[in-house]
């Protein structure tokens, strides 16, 4: 294992393990409408058939997506966050093949899932190694949905500055050159852009109204982008979907 890999590892571990991510929790309040265009992509011809989740643990959509019927197999470099998954799983009587496993280095077969997700995973890889082993264990009629942070924003830039230790010394959010490089290895691929002026309803979140506001931000971001592509870059979130894998 290599000392970048082994980093992220002991990261994670002790992030599962001190529950780290509750504490960021007030800002990813703003970004349901992308969650939720993400986890509608998780679907083939509107069913969940067999499905490899690229980084996971007990909160991952992993659960929602057995619970759909789906054959789902979730993957992480984290012993604490697959052992955590586990016994989720087990609380919730599904059957769901957690492996611990590094993504730049999957074990499985190729052509072995129709979908592939990952949440905030792909920022962490190299992703040269990362898009080859995804397009060699996606199916060819198969796709890959990624929901990953940008990081053109100076004001987002700003605050990961200044909060170091809440992200590992290897994460990179990902820079338009890193979209571009996905068509390397993927025929399609759709990028859906999310939250740039969302972030002013953070401070209303627990008022009244707060959701109208955050409803109007984001018709406004979308509307922005639409008009404005070049605006596109500085979006916080980026959904990623990929198609007709190359290998």
């Known amino acids: 294992m290599s000392v970048r890999i082994e980093r992220e590892k002991t990261f994670h571990n002790k992030v599962f393990q001190d529950h780290s991510r509750d504490k960021v929790g007030k800002y990813y309040q703003t970004v349901n409408k992308a969650r939720d265009f993400y986890r509608k992509q998780l679907l083939i011809n509107?069913?969940?058939?067999?499905?490899?989740?690229?980084?996971?643990?007990?909160?991952?959509?992993?659960?929602?997506?057995a619970e759909g019927g789906a054959r789902v197999t979730g993957?992480?470099?984290?012993?604490?966050?697959?052992?955590?998954?586990?016994?989720?799983?087990?609380?919730?009587?599904?059957?769901?093949?957690?492996?611990?496993?590094?993504?730049?280095?999957?074990?499985?077969?190729?052509?072995?899932?129709?979908?592939?997700?990952?949440?905030?995973?792909?920022?962490?890889?190299d992703l040269k190694v990362?898009?080859?082993?995804?397009?060699?264990?996606?199916?060819?009629?198969?796709?890959?949905?990624?929901?990953?942070?940008?990081g053109h924003n100076p004001f987002i830039n700003f605050y990961r500055r200044i909060t170091p230790k809440m992200r590992t010394d290897d994460e990179h959010p990902l820079m338009m050159e890193d979209l571009a490089l996905a068509k390397e290895y993927f025929g399609h691929v759709d990028v859906h852009y999310f939250n740039l002026t969302t972030f002013g309803a953070?401070?209303?979140?627990?008022?009244?109204?707060?959701?109208?506001?955050l409803n109007t931000l984001n018709g406004l971001d979308q509307a922005v982008f639409k008009m404005l592509p070049f605006i596109r870059k500085y979006a916080w979130i980026v959904v990623i979907i990929l198609k007709e894998p190359k290998y």
Do not use: W
């Open 130 to 150: 990362a898009y080859a082993e995804l397009a060699k264990v996606m199916r060819k009629a198969g796709k890959a949905v990624f929901f990953e942070p940008l």
């Open 46 to 65: 509107g069913k969940a058939k067999s499905i490899l989740e690229y980084g996971c643990g007990p909160g991952s959509e992993a659960f929602r997506l």
């Open 75 to 125: 993957i992480d470099i984290s012993d604490v966050a697959i052992e955590q998954a586990i016994q989720e799983a087990e609380k919730k009587v599904l059957l769901i093949d957690f492996k611990i496993m590094n993504a730049e280095d999957l074990n499985f077969p190729e052509n072995s899932f129709d979908t592939i997700c990952g949440s905030g995973i792909l920022h962490h890889l």
């Open 202 to 213: 953070i401070p209303f979140r627990n008022m009244k109204g707060s959701r109208y506001l």
